[in-house]
């Protein structure tokens, strides 16, 4: 039955998504009466949420009335056959009215100047960006009980809320697995006569659940930043990073094989993909660098390869190998039938030599060499064209490049206050002629840096900007 139930959720799913297609009263209604209210009810606010990231729990709320009030007004025996369609039609109108209690969206006015149809795909096709970090705090398990109690209803739809849009980008059939599981250890240890013990054995059950959540969250949210080549980039450095002394041809198949299970499992509706296709990966990164490196070996002794994943992507770079000056690609390589390679081969020898290098400055480099590849490659005189620009990415980049592998190798190093301590005396002697309240904005623009983009899990489209 549980099965049966999960199925059915992800069959609605596909269209309470939105993904810019028209709500097909048929198929909503078909799904409405297989679900049955609750679940209905219950799917629509993790859906949204997700969609909503950044929307009040009182906007979702209003949103989620709506949806349902109209799903169980235009599918009962007996309706009008046009009630779902001018349902949905006086919904398109009350988001664009300036009063709306939906959640706010910038793209709102450009859609709101098209009518009927192709005002409602335009609204439906919107979507919030995530949240950079997780903002989901698990109460104690005291509070957890009292909320519960106080009002199991509007405790579930609080969780559904607060949960779904701080994990936004899990998969949906991880974001309902970890939520149902969530809510039935709520229920049922609330109730029990042993509470502390309970909960105690229902989150050890759930631990495998709860770190795909998290970890998948992660994955998804690089794919949707990066796309599939720049996510494999991302890994190949990563891996680099990690263990400096594998070969180029020993990461890249690894590499690509995790840019694979983003691009299968992301936008799947598929129960296990996410979970099946990352215990496969991780088991392939296990064989392939366990002998190599020691710390590997050690994240990879565990029976739970969802804990030996998460154990491989908090691990922090390794010191630097002693390895000979990287020889760039040449311009005839660069604009040859393999010139993406021969680029990202390069990028691979520098984030090797540079361990504290972070995500998001590999990730401007890759943009960087993109963008080069592009626009000399075409033109009459690609050498040329290369020359220049190299020179000046060079004079532009290394500097900066150089200051921030330094400040993320002090940061994963030092204490924070020590780092906080030797930062601001570094920028006293580059900076002697700020004033007291510039070094402190200098600091503190350069603690936010590290303190967010120098880790395993930074949030890539935040870290970009702070680039």
């Keep these: 039955m549980r099965a049966a139930l999960a199925l059915l959720l992800f069959l609605a799913a596909a269209h309470a998504l939105h993904r810019g297609k028209a709500y097909v009263r048929e198929k909503v209604c078909q799904e409405y009466r297989m679900l049955g209210k609750e679940n209905f009810r219950t799917l629509t606010i993790i859906a949204n949420s997700r969609k909503y990231s950044n929307g009040t729990f009182e906007e979702i709320s209003h949103l989620v009335r709506e949806i349902v009030s109209l799903a169980e007004t235009c599918c ?46 335009c609204l439906a096709a919107l979507r919030h960006p995530p949240q950079p970090l997780p903002r989901y705090l698990q109460p104690s398990d005291k ?53 502390t ?25 690089l794919f949707s930043a990066y796309g599939k080549d720049k996510v ?42 996410m979970q099946k296709k990352l215990l496969e990966h991780t088991a392939k990164v296990c064989t392939a660098l366990s002998a190599r490196d020691r710390r590997f070996a050690d994240c990879c002794k565990g029976k739970n390869l ?22 760039e690609p ?5 604009c040859g039938k393999e010139g993406a390679l021969h680029a990202t081969r390069f990028l ?28 000399c490659c075409s033109t009459k005189d690609p050498s040329t064209c290369l020359d220049s620009k190299r020179k000046r990415m060079e004079a532009e980049l290394l500097p900066f490049l150089e200051k921030a592998s330094q400040l993320c190798e002090q940061y994963n190093k030092l204490l924070f206050l020590e780092f906080k301590k030797r930062l601001r005396e570094s920028l006293k002697q580059a900076e002697p002629e700020a004033s007291p309240v510039q070094l402190e904005q200098l600091l503190e623009q350069r603690v936010s840096f590290a303190s967010t983009c120098c880790l395993p899990d930074a949030p890539p489209l935040l870290c970009a900007s702070k680039v």
């Design 76 to 121: 009962a025996d007996g309706a009008d056959p046009s009630c779902y369609d001018a349902g949905s039609t006086a919904l398109s109108v009350k988001s664009c009215s300036a009063d709306s209690p939906f959640p706010a969206h910038p793209g709102t006015a450009e859609c709101c100047t098209h009518e009927g149809l192709e005002r409602k795909l």
């Design 143 to 195: 509070e957890l009980c009292r909320a519960f109690r106080q009002d199991p209803r509007e405790f579930a739809d609080r969780f559904l809320y607060e949960y779904a849009s701080s994990y936004s980008q899990a998969p949906l059939p991880v974001l309902l697995g970890s939520t149902r599981t969530f809510l039935s250890m709520v229920s049922t240890c609330c109730i029990s006569p042993a509470p």
């Design 197 to 221: 013990a309970c909960f105690l054995k229902e989150k050890l059950e759930r631990k495998t659940l709860s770190l795909l959540t998290l970890t998948s969250n992660r994955i998804c949210n």
């Design 232 to 273: 494999s980039f991302s890994y190949l450095a990563s891996l680099a990073q990690k263990v400096p002394t594998a070969s180029f041809e020993d990461l890249l198949p690894l590499a690509e094989d995790a840019a694979e299970v983003s691009s299968q499992c992301c936008d799947s509706l598929a129960e296990d993909c």
């Design 306 to 327: 969802m804990e030996n994943h998460f154990c491989i992507l908090a691990m922090l770079p390794a010191p630097a190998p002693k390895l000979p000056e990287v020889s």
């Design 330 to 334: 040449t311009n005839k390589e660069l």
């Design 348 to 375: 691979f020898e520098l984030a090797r030599r540079h361990p504290s290098l972070p995500d998001a400055l590999l990730a401007k480099l890759y943009d960087s060499s993109e963008k080069l590849r592009g626009e």
